[in-house]
């Protein structure tokens, strides 16, 4: 118990008493009370600007009601916990850079090792005190978005699907923040790793809806927060299936990248010294 007390101690400071916490809780709060607001100010705007020229345009025979812009709660929601796995996502990615393999390369690992600190109690608190804070935080953040939306548009979320999409959403991000810690931590390259995570959980979604598989994998929790959830016709009871296997999926793939993680740096050298010649 006293090593994985020294990890977490380890890994507590180093996240908690730098602006990596406030970071992460900054990137997350700012999306979810932004986005909405925009959103807001963008369709208050452009219902100023249908209303300047609605005489001019009924002149011209253009129909204004085609041009009406409605946002609904569910809609602007389902934007706000996107932007989370977006914007939020490349800000987290960015901040979780050193503790998530960048600290490999500035000896932050060289005494621990040295004493004889074993990889397994080196990861299970990186694994563990990061993927909560960013589940409980974004999950907080989504419930907050919710409860914008419904104040500020029509048509309110009920309070069960704005726990059930907050809820989805912060499987994952975690799901995704995972795949990330263990690419760093195994490569030592955090930086490429954030444009590959960035980038690739986006393209994938894409490339797996176009083939028509967008069910049964953890990308369907995204599709459904972001888009179904909120759909008149979307029914809960159908999608059950498909819900629960990407939540199973992800939580063990989660696992899987650990013990690979843990693989790799056991048979990895962690280049502690500079490249310098000797004389």
């Known amino acids: 118990m006293g090593e994985y007390t020294f990890g977490f101690r380890k890994e507590w400071y180093h996240f908690f008493r730098t602006f990596r916490f406030w970071g992460v809780l900054i990137a997350l709060t700012s999306v979810a009370i932004v986005n909405p607001l925009m959103i807001k100010a963008m369709a208050e705007l452009t219902a100023t600007m249908l209303d300047a020229s609605s005489g001019m345009m009924a002149g011209a025979g253009i129909d204004m009601s085609a041009l009406d812009m409605v946002y609904t709660s569910g809609i602007v929601f389902g934007a706000a916990l996107s932007d989370l796995c977006n914007t939020a996502l490349l800000v987290i990615l960015l901040v979780l850079m050193a503790p998530f393999g960048g600290e490999q390369k500035k000896r932050a690992t060289l005494i621990p090792s040295c004493s004889g600190l074993d990889n397994k109690y080196y990861l299970v608190p990186k694994f563990v005190l990061y993927n909560a804070v960013i589940f409980a935080a974004s ?23 704005i726990l059930f999409g907050a809820l989805l959403c912060s499987i994952y991000l975690t799901f995704v923040l995972t795949i ?15 444009i590959v995570i960035y980038l690739g959980h986006t393209f994938i979604n894409s490339i797996l809806m176009a083939m028509g598989l967008e069910r049964f994998n953890p990308f369907t929790l995204y599709n459904v927060f972001a888009f179904d959830l909120y759909d008149p016709e979307f029914s809960l009871k159908s999608e059950a299936a498909s819900i629960i296997v990407g939540i199973v999926l992800s939580v063990v793939i989660c696992v899987v990248m650990y013990f690979l993680t843990l693989t790799v740096l056991r048979n990895k050298r962690i280049n502690n010294q500079e490249d310098k010649p000797e004389f």
């Open 139 to 161: 999950f907080l953040c989504g419930l907050l978005a919710g409860v914008i939306c419904n104040a500020l548009f029509p048509e309110p979320v009920g309070f069960g699907q």
């Open 180 to 194: 990330y810690m263990s690419l760093g931590l195994c490569t030592s390259r955090p930086g490429i790793m954030t």
